[in-house]
C-alpha cells in the first residue's frame, strides 16, 4: 500500500498479495471442509477477501476511466475482510481485545480501515497532489495561494 505507484515495487507486492489471499482462501476451504460449523463464517470472509482482491487486481489489468479508485477499494476492501477474519477467530485470545464484545471484532476492522481507503481515494484521486500538504505551500501563508489572503 505504501509504495509508490509506479512499476517496480508496488505492482511486485500486489502480486505476492494476492497469491498470499489465494493461500489464505484454499486454506479457509480445507478448514471449512473439516469443520464446517466452526470455520464456515471463515471461508466467507476469504470468499469475500478474494473476490474484493480479484476485483481490483482485474480492474487495474482493464484500466478503463477511473480504475484507481477501484482497484484501491478492491485491495483494501479484501484487507479489511482479512483482518476481520483474524480478529472474528482471534480476538478472544488476544489481550485486551477479549475484553472487547464479540460484535467489536466484526466491526472495528471496517470502522478504521474504510475512513483509511476513503481517504486515500480522497488524496490520490486525480487533480490532487499525493506530496504532503507542507510541500505545496508556496507562502507563508502556508495556503499556496500567492494572493493575498481572503477573509
Do not use: E
Not at 1 to 8: E, F, H, N, T
Not at 100 to 105: E, F, I, N
Not at 107 to 136: E, K, M, T
Request: hydrophobic share 45%; proline share 9%.
Amino acid at each position: 500500500m505504501s509504495a509508490l505507484k509506479r512499476p517496480g515495487r508496488h505492482p511486485r507486492a500486489g502480486r505476492v498479495y494476492l497469491c498470499a489471499l489465494t493461500v489464505v482462501f484454499a486454506t479457509a476451504a480445507v478448514l471449512t471442509a473439516i469443520r464446517p460449523r466452526a470455520d464456515a463464517k471463515l471461508l466467507a470472509i476469504a470468499t469475500a477477501a478474494i473476490a474484493l482482491g480479484l476485483s481490483g487486481w482485474r480492474t487495474r489489468q482493464r484500466r478503463r476511466p477511473g480504475w484507481q479508485a477501484r482497484h484501491a477499494a478492491g485491495l483494501g476492501g479484501s484487507y479489511i475482510a482479512l483482518l476481520t477474519g483474524f480478529c472474528v477467530d482471534n480476538g478472544a485470545q488476544l489481550p485486551l481485545w477479549n475484553r472487547l464484545p464479540h460484535w467489536t471484532y466484526w466491526a472495528l476492522p471496517a470502522a478504521v480501515g474504510v475512513p483509511l481507503i476513503l481517504w486515500a481515494l480522497h488524496r490520490f484521486r486525480p487533480g490532487v497532489s499525493s506530496r504532503p500538504r507542507a510541500a505545496n505551500n508556496a507562502t507563508p501563508s502556508g495556503h499556496g495561494d500567492p494572493s493575498p489572503a481572503r477573509h
